[in-house]
T-cell receptor
Framework: DGGITQSPKYLFRKEGQNVTLSCEQN?????MYWYRQDPGQGLRLIYY???????QKGDIAEGYSVSREKKESFPLTVTSAQKNPTAFYLC??????????????FGPGTRLTVT | AQSVTQLDSHVSVSEGTPVLLRCNYS??????LFWYVQHPNKGLQLLLK??????LVKGINGFEAEFKKSETSFHLTKPSAHMSDAAEYFC????????????FGKGTRLSVIA
């Protein structure tokens, strides 16, 4: 089955620790995205990548980092610099630019809790 | 820069009655517009999209939306609500302007009463 895999589903970390969230897709999509979802805030774009070895900051990139070494993988690291990291994180991919009308496909999400 | 406003944070309807979820957008270019649905603790699924073709767009599960440029609106409708429609709905705008390629609305939670 083609799709997007995010692991783990739930993640718990202590404050001050970096943590990496996994996102893998086997849809052969060029573009990948990371979003953060908080209650009542919708989805906010953290980082996106349109092609391998290239990525851009979204609206709320501070305290996060990404890499795109392979087409199918786009891991997100939540660093200790992120002031409020507890949230639901969603990864998505699209075959082309969303401005060109290409829809995004979403993974099931990772719920991160930092205490 | 593009933006999107979902006018209601919560809508409650009775099963079998019409659904209207309202969305206004702002874009300096010809935007692509999307509606996504999210069931509790799940990822998002595309309902429908507008990409400068027909202004009335039909989607899955009986939903449709009409692109109205003069009103900068893209409201989502369904003639008859089902219990399974209870979920969070997001209106999304995407164009080639600005630094961010895509912007989500804050969502509308739809409740369906039996």
């Amino acid at each position: 089955d083609g799709g997007i895999t995010q692991s783990p589903k739930y993640l718990f970390r202590k404050e001050g620790q970096n943590v990496t969230l996994s996102c893998e897709q086997n849809l052969n999509h060029d573009a990948m995205y990371w979003y953060r979802q908080d209650p009542g805030q919708g989805l906010r774009l953290i980082y996106y990548s349109q092609i391998v070895n290239d990525f851009q900051k979204g609206d709320i990139a501070e305290g996060y980092s990404v890499s795109r070494e392979k087409k199918e993988s786009f891991p997100l690291t939540v660093t200790s610099a992120q002031k409020n990291p507890t949230a639901f994180y969603l990864c998505a991919s699209s075959i082309g630019l969303t401005a060109g009308g290409y829809e995004q496909y979403f993974g099931p999400g990772t719920r991160l809790t930092v205490t | 820069a593009q933006s999107v406003t979902q006018l209601d944070s919560h809508v409650s309807v009775s099963e079998g009655t019409p659904v209207l979820l309202r969305c206004n957008y702002s874009s300096s270019y010809s935007p692509s517009l999307f509606w996504y649905v999210q069931h509790p603790n799940k990822g998002l699924q595309l309902l429908l999209k507008y990409t400068s073709a027909a202004t009335l767009v039909k989607g899955i599960n009986g939903f449709e939306a009409e692109f109205k440029k003069s009103e900068t609106s893209f409201h989502l409708t369904k003639p008859s609500a089902h219990m399974s429609d209870a979920a969070e709905y997001f209106c999304v705008v995407s164009d080639f302007s600005g630094n961010t390629p895509i912007v989500f609305g804050k969502g509308t939670r739809l409740s369906v009463i039996a």
